[in-house]
């Protein structure tokens, strides 16, 4: 069986994100969706309330299942035996940094491939970044995110304005 690693941050989740799980489930036996643990960037929720989000939202795609994963990607990938990474690409400005990383994993574990995915056109400009701040500011993010995932960020927020 074929499998391959969906890894990210996923803060929040979008339908972005959920558009090149449900390509990636096409093309694989299995998906595995890695939540990371270790960012630089800060996360809005815990790696547990992602991983919870995510899977609420995997009824249609009997395949993938979702974890949470610390360290290097490549040494979760051969321990998962994976055979591919599945990287999503919304612009050309996406293209650069995802290269390189591309290109340093495969330095770091040649039997794993990196496999591209572009999402529906709809999608190319959402990002979690943008639909973080959206939310933060009070705006509606329901055309952005799965519906408890658009709940969960108004809860968060709200809780944080007092």
Same mark, same amino acid.
């Given at each position: 069986?074929?499998?391959?690693?969906?890894?990210?941050?996923?803060d929040?989740?979008?339908?972005?994100?959920l558009?090149?799980?449900?390509?990636?489930?096409k093309?694989?036996d299995?998906?595995?969706?890695?939540?990371a643990?270790?960012?630089?960037?800060n996360?809005?929720?815990?790696?547990?309330q992602?991983?919870?989000?995510?899977?609420?939202?995997?009824?249609?795609?009997p395949?993938?299942?979702v974890v949470?994963?610390d360290?290097?990607?490549v040494?979760?990938a @051969?321990?998962?035996?994976?055979?591919a990474?599945? @990287?999503?690409?919304?612009?050309?400005s996406?293209?650069?940094?995802?290269f390189?990383?591309?290109l340093m994993?495969?330095?770091?574990e040649?039997?794993v491939?990196?496999?591209?995915?572009m999402? &529906?056109?709809?999608?190319?400009?959402?990002?979690?970044?943008?639909?973080?701040q959206?939310? &933060?500011?009070?705006?509606?993010v329901?055309?952005?995110?799965?519906?408890n995932?658009?709940?969960?960020? &108004?809860?968060?927020?709200?809780?944080?304005?007092?």
């Amino acid at each position: 069986m074929k499998l391959c690693i969906y890894p990210g941050t996923f803060d929040p989740f979008t339908n972005g994100h959920l558009d090149v799980l449900s390509r990636a489930a096409k093309l694989f036996d299995r998906v595995t969706v890695a939540v990371a643990l270790a960012s630089t960037k800060n996360a809005l929720f815990s790696a547990e309330q992602r991983v919870s989000l995510i899977a609420a939202n995997l009824g249609d795609l009997p395949n993938v299942n979702v974890v949470s994963f610390d360290g290097l990607l490549v040494e979760f990938a @051969r321990q998962q035996k994976a055979h591919a990474l599945i @990287r999503g690409l919304r612009a050309l400005s996406d293209f650069e940094f995802e290269f390189n990383m591309a290109l340093m994993n495969r330095h770091l574990e040649p039997s794993v491939e990196t496999i591209f995915v572009m999402p &529906k056109e709809a999608y190319s400009y959402t990002s979690s970044t943008l639909v973080k701040q959206i939310a &933060k500011l009070g705006g509606d993010v329901s055309k952005f995110v799965p519906a408890n995932v658009a709940e969960a960020m &108004k809860q968060t927020f709200a809780a944080a304005r007092g």
